[in-house]
């Protein structure tokens, strides 16, 4: 068993390079963020969304997880218990930015100074890093800290905290949907609930009405949800997203305790599925990026290379 080999939560927090903000809340660092930083590269949303790797901010306000993800990179395996009190939004925007910094303060001498300095300044926040951030009861007035810092909301949800998704209005409100049916996602997300199915299916009719920009994300794991197109194709349309992003499973971290590693699809095959799930939907390809094995998908080109909106 995984789980027989992992140590305590803090332990491990420290160990895979995480910083703890506040009492419950979690920063790191992502690849892509240290390299731009140094001119090496930019992730695939700077592409597609117009982020600044090097200023994005990547945290959780909380470590708690209502799913067991087949495909997580994170060690779900280990249970995170519920905090007794909860830090609140100021604390945690104050706590996370104060982390990043630390985490980057080496960099000082290795990437350009003007860099490194926009990077002490956080311009965009991907609250997605290990925990479902709407089990965060305050997730809603979070977000608020973040804008009225002048700092864009990349919210990241498995959409099962449904009356939670109905309060937020990040810049992009990005949701995981990784089973065209109830049976897939027993299997591949193995929720603490059974119920957690019908949640999502609720929170796609909620997504379509959000006034924020609205995305799918659909993370393809060869031989174990890369099928029935048409059965995706059926729960989107409930959302009507502005985008649809399909992505290869990528084998790393603790998932490859899970899952071999051919079940990663190739680019081609990944750019083949979004071709057949935007004929369902007319969609079209607006962009994609090989070395990501990533397409995304959009109902209007306009949004291609966007700027996020604060």
């Known amino acids: 068993m995984v789980s027989d080999i992992l140590p305590d939560i803090d332990t491990l927090i420290k ?6 903000a506040g009492s419950h809340s979690a920063v790191k660092t992502c690849m892509w963020m240290r390299r731009a930083v140094r001119e090496e590269g930019e992730c695939y949303k700077a592409r597609f969304y117009g982020i600044s790797s090097h200023r994005c901010l990547q945290m959780t306000p909380t470590l708690c997880c209502n799913q067991r993800c087949l495909h997580c990179w994170r060690p779900v395996e280990l249970d995170v218990p519920t905090p007794s009190t909860w830090d609140s939004p100021v604390e945690i925007v104050g706590s ?9 303060s080496g960099f000082g001498g290795s990437a350009p100074r003007e860099l490194w300095q926009q990077a002490n300044e956080p311009a965009h926040v991907a609250i997605s890093l290990s925990g479902e951030p709407t089990l965060y009861p305050y997730l809603d007035e979070l977000i608020e800290e973040f804008r009225s810092a002048g700092v864009s909301t990349f919210v990241v949800t498995n959409g099962t ?5 109905k309060r937020i209005n990040p810049s992009q409100l990005y949701m995981s949907l990784d089973a065209p049916d109830r049976q897939t996602y027993m299997k591949v997300c193995s929720p603490k609930d059974p119920c957690l199915w019908d949640n999502i299916n609720e929170s796609l009719s909620v997504l379509k009405d959000k006034e924020c920009r609205t995305a799918i994300r659909i993370t393809l794991i060869k031989g174990v949800n890369m099928f029935d197109v048409k059965g995706y194709a059926d729960l989107i349309r409930k959302a009507q997203p502005d985008i649809i992003e399909v992505k290869a499973y990528m084998h790393l971290g603790f998932s490859r305790n899970r899952l071999e590693r051919d079940a990663m699809p190739g680019h081609e095959e990944v750019l083949d599925f979004a071709n057949q799930l935007g004929g369902e939907l007319g969609y079209e390809v607006g962009d994609q990026v090989e070395i990501s094995r990533v397409v995304m ?11 996020l909106p604060v």
């Open 15 to 20: 160990k895979q390079g995480y910083r703890l």
């Open 96 to 104: 996370s930015i104060e982390c990043q910094r630390n985490l980057i």
């Open 161 to 165: 905290v449904v009356e939670m998704i």
């Open 297 to 307: 998908l959009c109902r209007d080109e306009s949004v291609v290379a966007s700027k």
